[in-house]
């Protein structure tokens, strides 16, 4: 079974940055495209960024500029680099693969911007 743990957020002021950290275990991990999602009160769950498994990344347009994905497969870890946040990018985050069917989600991390 796999399990997926996030890490890394936290509370950080408007134009601040975090690295989130998520990392997979029971599964072959390389081979999976991986995407982090994120969902904010009283709103859907929404993907914010995903990286193939040969490391192709995109964004969606919110975050494109400011974000980055990227992946160490020896580590089994899925990372996103967070620049000049803003007060919209709270939420809880998350990573999963970017399958039909995705994995148990993981319990995800919390970001919190705000002066």
């Known amino acids: 079974q796999v399990q997926l743990v996030e890490s890394g957020g936290g509370l950080v002021q408007p134009g601040g940055s975090l690295r989130l950290s998520c990392a997979a275990s029971g599964t072959i991990f390389s081979i999976y495209a991986m995407g982090w999602y994120r969902q904010a009160p009283g709103k859907q769950r929404e993907l914010v960024a995903a990286?193939?498994?040969?490391?192709?990344?995109t964004y969606a347009d919110s975050v494109k500029g400011r974000f980055t994905i990227s992946r160490d497969n020896a580590k089994n870890t899925v990372y996103l680099q967070m620049n000049s946040l803003k007060a919209e990018d709270t939420a809880v985050y998350y990573c999963n693969a970017r399958l039909t069917r995705p994995w148990s989600w993981g319990q995800g991390t919390q970001v919190t911007v705000s002066s």
């Open positions: 990286i193939t498994s040969g490391s192709t990344t």
